[in-house]
């Protein structure tokens, strides 16, 4: 387990890196966003071959995967990689929050910390991919200053793609 020190609100959170140790938890988070998993997966309910998958293709793409807990709660999945497969830039892959720890303020707190972390290697601009009909995401990271610069086709879905850059504020 790492605990990340002294980089903005991530004191009061652990980021472990995720692995296959913890399959079951990530599937428990995953699960617990159905919504979610019908827009980007076609099903309610992601199984142990779903998340199998999702490591892999993790895997191929270069990306780091974490777990974030607080206190003994797994509250997140934060999925990150330097270089995406579109545009060669640092892209926040995945951050999905447990359902019952939604509402809360932590996935704002957890993107404000990856920004920093971000920021700390010197990085200018973070973009992520959205899926069009996921209202609920698109409000949170407008609302974090994302600015939308594409949209595509992706495995028959709308998809946009958002950029925010970090230079001098």
């Not at 605990?3 to 652990?14: A, E, L, P």
């Not at 709660?73 to 330097?82: C, F, K, R, T, W």
Request: charged content about 30%.
């Amino acid at each position: 387990m790492m605990k990340v020190k002294s980089i903005g609100d991530m004191k009061m959170f652990s980021l472990i890196k995720n692995d296959i140790r913890f399959i079951e938890i990530e599937k428990e988070i995953m699960n617990s966003n159905r919504d979610y998993n019908l827009i980007a997966y076609d099903k309610e309910a992601l199984g142990t071959e779903d998340i199998l998958d999702i490591f892999k293709d993790a895997e191929e793409l270069q990306i780091e995967r974490y777990i974030v807990k607080k206190g003994e709660e797994y509250l997140a999945i934060l999925d990150y990689g330097m270089s995406s497969p579109r545009y060669q830039k640092p892209w926040l892959s995945l951050l999905a929050m447990h359902k019952k720890y939604q509402g809360l303020g932590y996935a704002k707190k957890i993107y404000l910390t990856y920004e920093e972390l971000m920021r700390m290697q010197k990085v200018n601009c973070i973009q992520i991919a959205v899926h069009s009909t996921n209202q609920q995401a698109l409000t949170f990271w407008t609302s974090l200053g994302f600015i939308q610069f594409d949209e595509r086709i992706y495995e028959g879905k709308v998809i946009f793609s958002f950029e925010k850059k970090l230079g001098e504020d």
